[in-house]
């Protein structure tokens, strides 16, 4: 079945975007289910807290629907689906488990002055499934309000004594015990099912509990049985006496409903869809009010649960329900549920029992056909109406502050309304969304990254940002090049992909602080210098920035929030950091170690009927992936990694050399960076599949990320770092992106990419995020607004005096306060414009003149790490600082001379021509100078061993450097 597109009022929705094919983007449906196992458990709840709960969330459009609860009454849905695909396509299948809470509802829509019934439909607050694809699609196409959760195999209490109730479910999610106490976001049980043991004859001695005794058993049966009539009674009667007419009238709508439902094998599921704007996350960026239609395929077979209880009228047929009781997860507060019992579980947690009312199960086969918009808005700041398929803008004020005046008012970084706006999209915080997706911003004190640069085709990297696409014409096939010059335009400013491995640590947040969630994450970023057209059409550069071609999170609720609310391509993976080999076989002495390893879920093949399975993606080693004896693969490894990186430092030379002053303000500006003093700024195409229409997108919109570091330890990764990358359909990742490898692992039985990281550093920083702006978005059609200026405040920025003295100690400027040695960049910047004149500073013009120019990131990353800017460890030149002291104390007494200088060389390792590092002679070294390095220095083993001669020790002038390093040769001179 087809999913039929739509027109709206005459302007069309603009494609989904498939730039990044289908590693992060939601499949759209129809979706088929076979053999689904559904059990039913309906709950007693609170008539008026149902009533309340769905005025706060869906009855938000009334001039377009309203919905009111049919009973007091909750469904719990535990599901199996064996297998979930899509009806068109064959990309993939999956299982999964899913736990639902669901309130069956009237479906009213306004007709004239009166509302008039539709339909019955379920409306699920609460939704925990397995599947992080799954998850993901629910949430981003219909609405859905899936949060990850997962069955837990435990003990069942049988083993201890068989009369025990026997645990049939064990449900956890990730929750906050407390929140806003700095609590960790972590996995806790949140709903179990027990059973009672079914009834024995045949105890001895006799118990009170033999099910022949009637005594017991006919009190309990009409205690259970009397206190269900009485709690529906007494809400029949209430409604009755409150409203006759519209008692009555509700009864038939909901016996007309049923009779529909059943003769049709048909259903419809209201949500609300709702996506944080990243600019103000109190507002939603898109909201909807959506119905997506189940169709049943054929009913296998179906029964009561605990039969045999329920016909001796035990009403729950022996199950019990236990909910624990987290802020983050409101389910009982929320619904008003009734419970039965209380305990304490083993952490501190309340948890309710409740009993069902004739538990029942289902074996069917189903489909999700697609759905439709009821109504929906963005977020407009001059008034965000209400609309619907026929594009009607209608907008009831009154009722809208009703049906919102009971959610909490608070301040929010940047254009917050002072009080509820009832044109402004408010973030419906109700239900199991609400702590799904963290608002921001976010200061992490003590980040750490790992960074492995890593070669690239730049036509490949342009042609995944902007396509050959001119903006005559929309392309949905590069990630930008839907979105018009005049908007904004992205180029790739190196032919560079950093991989970045980021472990957060502790973390706080300026709104909302509920504790600490973010843990691990990769991403691949594109370095990018943006531009955007003026009115005359004239290019205008707008600075540099980073965009994530492909991103994993092992954080449930990271996930959510970078795709929600930043609009990163986040999927859900497991990263670990690998055992090392040092107590293994081999020893310390291993040529390799492993270092990382990321997994995430994903079919082997792609149109083949395969389902989805959590598969290594990559893993980083340490060392080298090569055996030593091995001479053609390094030979092949020699062609296709040494001499590109080794062609690639001799241009960064060269390019440096060639306008040194520009690079020395290259530099300076960088260092504003690491000083926390300049933003970096990470580009995001954020985009939502229509629910209306899946293949087309509802929301699409750039974002600019905004964040601050202040790196406090900066420092090369030693030895040879290497990747392997495994080839699977939905994760293309070096062929997307046109990364350089050498050759594919025999040993492996997938494709594999092997790759060799550039000059790969680690750095420690104190990270501070700040919410995102907006560039540009649409919804509804294809016209783009803009919002954002993308300004960045000028700051005065050191010129290249200041690089000379972080890289020598040396400065015409006194620096009495600070040391000479090249650390602590932040203190020396704030020392150096506080004495410098202003016109040693670069201006705001010069500084957008050198960022737009030829200079590369990599490029000052290269200089640093050569230059050891920060570096924390034991630098070269600390070590060459000792040498100089040393040999200047000695070489001052001509008699210890020769002494000395057999004595340094065994001392320090210097080989026989140790001494003539340290030109000019070490009778004229001064005590306390600091040779400066040279721009770009590397090992010669961060490729291999020395006999694949791609870095001879001794290509440079033989004083120039320790022979275990290698710098490029002088470029031939440049002409204009």
Known sequence: MAVRKRKKGGEQNPKFNMARGFSTTTQSPPFSFENVVLNFFPLEADYESLETFIDKTVNIAPDFAYFKPIAPMVMMISAYYPKMGLEHGNLG??????ILFTIPVEWYEPVGDEYEFKAIAQYAPFIYVSDESSQAEGREVFGWPKVHGWLAPTINNWVHNPRNPRELLNMKTYVFEHLFRDDIYQPQTLLQIFQQ??????????????????????PEVADNLSATVRR??????????????????????????????????????INLKQLRDAQNPELACYQAITNAR????????????????????????????????????????????????????????????????????????????????????AAERQGSKWRNHKYVEKMNVESAKQALNDQQISTREGAVPSERDPYLPYYVTEGSAGFQVAEGPFNFPNASFRVLPLLADIDKLNEYLEGSNTHEEESDAALFGQVPNSHIYFEAAEPKVYLTIANYGEMTAKNDNMGLWEETQIKFLIPVRVHRNDESGKRQFVGMGVVAAFDYSNSAL????????????????????????????????????????????????????????????????????????????WQRMAEHMGKPLKEDLTRMAATTRHDPEGFDAFQSIAMQVMCGEREVHEYSFKQFRDADAPEDACYQAVICNRATMRVKDLRPLGGQTSIRIYDYPTQRIVQTLGLAHFGDDPNDSRKTFRLIACRPFFFNTHLSTRLGDVVCWRAGNRRWRSQAPLAQPPTPVPGRDFVHFINTGQSRYPREKLNNAPQQIDLKMRAWLDEAPDDECLSDEACQQVLCGRFEPHMV?????????????????????????QLAELASEDDFQAEADVGLRNRFGLGERGLEINRPSTKNVPAGEIRQLPTFVIPTDCVGPEEDRIFPPHERVPDELDPQYWTPPDPQPEHD
Do not use: C
């Open 232 to 269: 529906l009674w007494d809400w029949g009667f209430n409604e009755n006496i409150r409203n006759p007419l519209g008692f009555s009238k509700s009864m038939g709508n909901l016996l007309q409903g049923v009779l529909n439902s059943a003769n049709s094998l048909s259903g419809n599921t």
């Open 93 to 98: 299948w999956t299982a999964q488990n899913e």
């Open 558 to 633: 990271g996930t959510t929030t970078g795709r929600e609310l930043n609009g990163w391509p986040t999927v859900l993976s497991e990263i670990e950091s690998l055992p090392n080999t040092w107590a293994g076989n081999e020893g310390p002495f291993a040529a390799s170690a492993p270092l990382v390893q990321l997994k995430t879920s994903m079919p082997s093949a792609l149109f083949e009927d395969q389902p989805y399975a959590w598969n290594t993606l990559l893993e980083i080693v340490q060392g080298n992936q090569i055996p030593w004896s091995d001479s053609r693969s």
């Open 294 to 377: 189940m169709e049943v395929e054929e009913v296998r077979r179906a029964g009561l649960l605990g039969d045999g209880l329920q016909l001796t009228g035990d009403l729950s047929g022996g199950y019990t329900l236990g909910i624990s009781r987290y802020p983050s997860a409101p389910i009982i507060e929320s619904l008003g549920l009734v419970t039965h019992d209380q305990d304490i579980g083993s952490n501190d947690t309340a948890i309710s029992y409740l009993k069902p009312v004739m538990p029942f199960w289902q074996e069917l086969d189903m489909t999700y056909a697609g759905g439709e918009n009821i109504a929906w808005r």
């Open 861 to 885: 990353l290269h200089a640093a790490l050569s230059n050891e800017w920060e570096h924390w460890g034991l630098p070269r030149w600390f070590i060459e600082q000792e040498r100089r002291d």
């Open 197 to 218: 043991p079914p009834s024995s004859y045949s105890i001895f001695p006799p118990s009170a509990d033999n099910p022949l005794n009637p005594f017991k058993r006919i």
